[in-house]
C-alpha cells in the first residue's frame, strides 16, 4: 500500500529543486534521505540522553558514597578551571599515546 501526502507548495518547490539540479534521481529519494537524517537525530538524542541519565547516576553514586569534593563559591571557578585544564591534557595524552 502506498501512502499518499500533501505537501505544502513550498516544501514540493524545494524538493523539486533537489531533483532538477541533480543530486537526487526522483522526489521519493529526497524524502527517504530526509527519514533517514531525523531517524539519524533521533537515535543520537536517544544516546546523549543515556549518557546523560547515566553520568547523572553516577555523581548522585559519587554524592551517596562521599567521593566528592567540597569546594568553597570564591573558589569555585578555580576548580573549574584546573579540571577543565586536567580534561585537556589528559585527551592530548591519549590522542598521542594512540599515534
Avoid at 547515566?54 to 569534593?69: P, S, V
Wanted: no cysteine; aromatic share 4%.
Amino acid at each position: 500500500m502506498r501512502n499518499s501526502v500533501q505537501l505544502p507548495e513550498d516544501i514540493s518547490r524545494r524538493i523539486d529543486s533537489l531533483v532538477e539540479s541533480g543530486r537526487y534521481d526522483h522526489p521519493d529519494d529526497v524524502l527517504r534521505d530526509g527519514l533517514r537524517l531525523v531517524e539519524e537525530r533521533v537515535a543520537s538524542d536517544a544516546a546523549k540522553l543515556d549518557a546523560l541519565r547515566n553520568a547523572a547516576n553516577t555523581g548522585f553514586a559519587d554524592l551517596e558514597q562521599g567521593r566528592f569534593t567540597d569546594v568553597p563559591i570564591e573558589r569555585l571557578s578555580d576548580h573549574i578551571s584546573r579540571i577543565g585544564r586536567h580534561a585537556v591534557d589528559s585527551a592530548g595524552s591519549r590522542t598521542r599515546d594512540d599515534s
